[in-house]
């Protein structure tokens, strides 16, 4: 008798776990693997290399501004936004970093912006080449139950003003730390 009752509990247990770390991704940790692979924006005005296996290793979001490249890695723990405006276009909304970071905080990575559990400390990466001033955040907070902790970066250079935003789940920036910090090196001016 107590077997019967033993096996839906079990199975409903198990269905349960399978779902929440299977499908829908729960708590889910991405070791990103693979060569270093150059995604471009639509603009072609820069460039991140980012760890890929195959052509199917990032999706991008085809629907966006010419100037932002937006990818995600096809398992959904991480997602990369890198923002390039020349600093011919910009006179009127940004004369300096500080003054470009309010801007992309205001109007292009407004969720992130917004998020009010958002904590986020200034921290230290190794920028890319063509940077000759930047500064970089490393930040965390909670969505629908998910932790959430990446890098923001901006930086610039004789020509333009760059953004990078990346936010991966907990899980996957623990696992990937160094090699998030190495994407962010990896950004180019084209």
Known sequence: ?????????????????????????????VSLHGD????????????????????????????????LLDVTHNRGTINVQLLCLSKKTTDHVAKDLDGFRKYVLAHIFTDFADNKGNVAKATD???????????AWEYSYTAD??????????????????????TPTEETFTANQDKIKAMIASIKEL
Do not use: H
């Open 125 to 135: 990466v190794t920028m890319p080449e063509f940077a000759k001033d930047g500064k």
């Open 36 to 67: 270093p692979t150059p995604y471009t924006n639509k603009a072609g005005s820069v460039s991140i290399d980012l760890p890929a296996t195959g052509e199917d290793s990032w999706i991008e979001n085809e629907v966006t501004r010419d100037d």
């Open 1 to 29: 008798m107590k077997f019967k009752r033993f096996v839906p509990v079990f199975l409903s247990v198990v269905l349960a776990a399978c779902f929440c770390f299977g499908l829908a991704g729960c708590g889910e940790k």
């Open 145 to 166: 139950g998910q932790a959430i902790k990446g890098y923001f970066v901006v930086m610039e250079s004789d020509e333009c003003f760059e953004a990078c935003l990346i």
